[in-house]
């Protein structure tokens, strides 16, 4: 299995190959976020793709796919309290393998590119929607327009003339360390609320007195996990700043 690693910039998506990079996908209008119970569901995945949609400042959507199995009604319940009803991300359900036609209005007109870890069920999902594209358009490509060459193994799969799918397999990781630290709260929609509200104007949100992030976390107002993820993600970039 490959590795790959995506960075944003600009709505241009690259994929990282020992140092070197290749744009695989640009003018992206939606990411579909796919996650699924099994084999495994990873939510420091998820809160990557998220901050990657937000840096880039692409509008995700959330799909919980295998919604068949019993396994998935505990992640609805938790991805549907914290992700929907608190952090306002749009959250759909499907089984891939039984019906997708509740995704159909969501990718009408857009070219939208497919997040997710192995084995949560991309290329069923594409295929349970090519079938309908070939009835209406009769057009499937493997098209350079989204600039997938030999290297990437990206492929675009074109539903009609104005609708696009590119599906990414193999994505492990994301490039989130070219973001900037001082940056980082605007990608966390729960921290909005504090930004600038913190006593020094500079304040990196870790040991600083009236801190108003840390502040909002010791009253219960921001998600132990997510508060955790800024946390780490934060000592990440700001360890990167000092070389
Ligand atoms: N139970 C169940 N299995 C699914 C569903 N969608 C996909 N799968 C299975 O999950 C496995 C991985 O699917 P695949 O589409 O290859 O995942 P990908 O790696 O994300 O492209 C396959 O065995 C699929 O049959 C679903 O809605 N329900
Ligand atoms: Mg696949
Ligand atoms: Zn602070």
Redesign the pocket.
Known sequence: MQIIKLVARKNLVYRMDHNRSKIIASNIDSLFIVIAAKPNFNINFLNSCLIFAESAEIPAVIIINKLDLVETQELVKQVENLYSQQLHYSVLKISALDDCSNLISQLQNKRTLLLGQSGVGKSTLINKLIPNAMTRTGIISKSEASGCHTTTNATLYQLDSTTSIIDCPGLQEFGLYHLQLENLVYYFPELQP?IN????RN????H?T?????DAFADSAIDVMRYNFFQALSAKLANKSKY
């Open positions: 504090y509200k913190c006593k020094y304040c990196k949100h870790t600083e009236q801190c108003a992030i840390k």
